[in-house]
């Protein structure tokens, strides 16, 4: 559920160089993810710490169950979907 709110934001937020800005702005807070995830839910997407936190972890597992036993280490970066979001946000 998470990942298609955060895919639905990137998209408006790609059309719209408002919301674009918005979100940005919220990294400069005192809490940025906090701050992130109340932008969102007054923008009208359910995306919450708890939700961003699960997403990257549950992305990192499945990575590291697709090598069938190989991958013994999880791999920095792979389990942050809120950097990844940025990534993809600030690139566009």
């Known amino acids: 559920m998470v990942e298609t709110e955060l895919n639905r934001l990137l998209s408006t937020a790609k059309k719209d160089i408002k919301i674009k800005e918005m979100l940005i702005k919220t990294k400069n807070e005192n809490d ?5 995830c109340t932008l969102c839910q007054q923008l009208g997407y359910d995306i919450t710490i708890g939700e961003l936190f ?32 940025f990534l993809q946000l600030e690139w566009t």
Do not use: Q, T
């Open 32 to 36: 940025p993810m906090e701050a992130f």
């Open 54 to 85: 699960a997403l990257g972890k549950d992305m990192s597992d499945s990575k590291l169950r697709s090598v069938n036993g190989g991958g013994n280490f999880e791999i920095d970066g792979w389990d942050d979907a809120y950097e990844n979001f």
